[in-house]
């Protein structure tokens, strides 16, 4: 079995692809409008030595070519560069909030494959009546809606009996580590909730129809004819099959999570990855911009590369070239 | 290319024959989706809904009774029979504002969108054709841009290029183009194999005219629907882009509206008339986008036809 | 917990029953999702209820002051840090010699008493001799003339304006430092206001890039606060120094967290889940505060303005007609300070005129002529001067020049969207006077390029915050610091020659005459229109604490030091630990987790199992097309 040769033909074209996304960034870093040392340090008093010695201590001195070599080693080294604002790595930064959007994220996405998943099947199965309709139509409104909307109306429903924002009570001494628990859950719930909104609409939308695809095979007619019953099929052959391009679309979807992900964090001050973006976007904190993009990106890639994999084994169909 | 090779290989040798050959089959193929459409019930909401917004955005200037730029100092005011959708933080008209909001909106949308079918487009089309070197190529040139998450990225892009109305057009433009390739590109490629390519080029048709005459014709309603899908796409991130301060401050969409509702405490003021209305529009329109674009999908698209 | 009745009847329900379900199977699976739909209302519900109950058990107790804040510090490095955030932080950690009170006049801080020789030259001060820094240390004259040397020799930028003219610092004793100016200087009360005093065992060894690129991450220091832990982006909390030499503070802790948006730190006060907001309350927002019984709202003068630079610069570009005083004259008639005030600060500031911050009262020039808001004289001023509008486009041009339009592009600060209002309302005014504005907003650092080095700009908003002594105010419009904080690129020789003046004048009164002369040349020649002294809009919850501090600046900042000393609980026995009923949570959480499992299982159940007759089930309706 070749799987194994399939498995590491995608892992290299993931890093080639990942390299590029690095070198992209690079030039994107180059592109910024202004003197660098002084968009690093925001501060005119600096003299004309200052600035020299800075720029040789961030290696801005140096030609572009030897520039972007040290750029590329510290990347994959997992040196992202400084905070502009906080001067300090943003390696530290990221991975601490990468914590906390798992969380968040994990538990919507979670949430959101079951609901899509279960009325996904209804939907499909119940094609082109009310009930389809109904449902179909549900899910696309609220997929439909903007996220950070979604988050602001809940925000302003349930302002007085939510937390308004943030992972934990500020200043709140815990008893045990119980009671830390339930402070998170109390402050996961509503933001969980919207987001779990949001996404589970495209994932109804894509169960239902690689569901309608997968009972026009030829297998599920065979199975008919055979004499299954249709609840059989459904249960037995069809849905199982129609799962199949959710894993890869749950990886495709990985975009499509972190802009959830950014807005609902954003609303309800979630320190997470994706506000993380947001603060860095409205002071201008390039290096942290870029670190969590590279950040999300790897993620991405590195799902995809699951879900491909995943795919290739599930599906007896796929070719292993 | 070769002139004679095309006479040959068309219908009539006629070309004014040709080209009214070509529009009746155009305008068969356009009732046939039309009356598709029709009985799509998902259809034909959608197509309701995008008229409304329609007719409202091109309206536009015969009602406003409101100039959506002039500030009073009426803040936040509620609902009345003067303002119907109250006053924002610096007392202009919501109802005004919404109106022409309905405008930006609809045109980022529709542009961000031709942008975007234009470059999947054109790169779905050259990599389905050309097959090997080139097509490998431009597609994993796709690939890249389809696994980076696109709304980082676009946040990194228009922050560096700054707010304003022709960045955030161009920005979602310019990113949004991946899926729309991939699609072309396997229906080209599906097309690329039938006999009637194969007469022409056995005849010495050359590849822009096969491109423009056969592949062209088979992928262009694919690629409408896929348009209408795209559209839907860039309201929604335009909305965000916006909402999170990218966007042109001065120009008035349903997204900056939901932007300066945040930033002047709308929602502590209890001024729902000011945040509500805004995310209803874009939401109605998104979906209207989406309803049209599947029940065209479905339509387009033979395997889901087929029953 | 009740599950809520939403209005359905039995016969809409079963009619919805109807509705396309045609087995048994696929309705239990409904079932299920009503079920979770309840589930998840009646969590909500279960929310609601806890309302109540919070009001009794989350009242915050023990001494923790939880503060609220939309913008935390960069670093706590007291020289590189560039936030008012950071200058504060640094005053909770350093003594400084002396210190602003109440009222802004230096008093007595570290050094319990100090002396000035006749010439004004030599200060001599007596400090504290129980001070001790937070390692342990002992603080002593030698670390007060380290870190003056130190600053001075290094010429650390950011305190170095402070300590420049110092020609020796000598100590006598471990009690006593003796400084000798070069020169006599006028600020030296307030200058030893601004420098924090560090341990000398710290700093010493450190060379300047090292000392440039610390993140004073455990900052050690001598003063009331101790840092436990900063978790970026989401909290600062701060422990009290229980054996300070001066008066401990009451509380035992301070927490700052950090909200990324203001709805999120307005409702924070509101629920209380902050106890203070002491400066940054958006004025928008005041009003709902005020109705809020347990919340006192409070407002002050601020050291900040916000003001229009307009780019003066004659070797720099952008428009040139900006270089005619007439021009940005007759710019200064048509902005109606005031609306502007009302407009885009709801009537919380006061409509600006010099370039000293109104809070700096006794510095601050109340008798200045001012431009009225007159869009005619505007008009006549621009058509005395030359500039009509030849072509009759709406838009004057130059005299002599009829492709040089006044036309003129505004940057604003991208985060500052309400300063796009400003912009929009400029625009129609100008308009009237016939200057075409285009309004651009843009970041710090476009901003910056666009005037360092070459002075691209048109003219921008931007904002200063002062520090007491108005110094610092002063220094921005000299042509020295063309390049560097001037950013306007004005200049002018007596105005040069008036700020050397002034720094050694060492009698308030006199050196005052000379700061108002500067103010109206710089007013009248208006290279900056100064829009707005803006407000420190502060808020509280009474409910807790109280010994809550006023001052210009806000409830707490880098000069108000005193709330966080002198507030307290209002009773002992709500100290301790935050106690908070989660259960109404734990009970939403679950009630939903089980909701979806109910629904996932009704889905899945039934695989290769016993099923439904088989005449029940029937094929999915075609679509007839």
Sequence with gaps: MNLRRYILRRAVTAFAIFLIILTLNFIIFHTIPGDPVRTLFQDPRLTADDRA?????????????????????????????????????????????????????????????????????????????????????GSLFLYSMPTFWLGMLALFALSGYAPSGGMYTPGAVYANSLDQFFDLLRHLIVPMTVLTLVLFGQYVMLLRSSLIDVLQEDFIVTAKAKGLRDRAVLRGHAVPNAMLPLVTITAINMSFIVGGAIQTETVFSWPGIGRLMYDALITRDYPILQGTFLIVTAVALVANLIADVAYAYLDPRVKVE | MNRTGTAAADSGSNPMARRVERLRRLRVRAAKTLRLLTRSRMGLVGLAILLIFLVIAVAVPFVLRFDPNDFTMNRFAPPSASHWLGTDDVGRDVFAELLYGARVSLLVGVTASAISVAIGGVIGVLAGYFGRWIGEGLMRFTDIFLVIPQLPFMLLIAALAGPSMFNIIVVIGALSWPSTSRIVRSQVMTVRERIFIERARAIGAGDGHIIRKHILPNVIPLMFANTILIIAVAILTESTLAFLGLGDPLVISWGSMLHYAFVSLAMSNGAWWYFVPPGVCIALVVLGFTFLGYAMDEILNPKLRRR | MSIPNFGINAADFSTLCEWGFTDLKERKAFFAMLVCAMMVLSAMAALGIAKPARAQNEIPTGGTLRIGWLQEQDTLNPFVTNTVQGRMMVKLFYDTLLRWNKTLVPEANLATNWTTSTDGLTWTYDIVQNAKFSDGQPLKASDVKFTFEMIRNLSLSAYYDQVKFMSSVTTSGDYRVIVVYNKTVGTVASDMCLVPILPEHIWKDMTKNEILAATNDNPIGSGAWKLESWTKQTSVVVDAVKDYWGTAPYIDKAVFTYYSNTEALINALKNGEIDIIPKEVPASSLSVLNQDTDIKVTTNTDLYYREISINCNPAGGGNPTLRDVNVRQALAMATDKQTLVDLVQLGYATPGSTIVQKAASYWWDPDVDLFQFNISKANALLNASGYLDVDSDGVREAPGNASLELSYTLLVLSRWPEEMRTGQQLQTWWKEIGVDLTVQSADANTINSYVYPSYNQDMFLWGYSGQPDPSFSLLIMLSTQVGDWNDCGWSNATYDQWYDQQATTTDPVARRTIIYQMQEMVYNQSPYLVLYYMSANGAYRIDTFTGFVNMPTGLNSDVNIYTLREVHLIKATSGGTTTTDYTPWAIAIIAIIVAVVAVAVAMTRGKGGKEAKGSEDKPAPEKKA
Excluded: C
Aim: positive net charge; glycine residues 12%.
């Design chain 1, 53 to 137: 010695r800075l720029e040789h201590l961030f290696g801005l001195d140096k030609p572009l070519f030897e520039q972007y070599l040290i750029y590329m080693k510290n990347s994959l080294t997992g040196e992202l560069g400084k905070s502009f604002t906080y001067r300090e790595p943003v390696g530290g930064f990221v991975i601490e909030r990468l914590k906390n959007t798992v969380i968040l994220v994990g538990s919507a996405s979670v949430l959101a494959l079951f609901m899509g998943v279960a009325i996904g099947v209804i939907a499909a199965w119940r094609r082109n009546t009310p009930v389809d309709f109904g449902l179909l139509g």
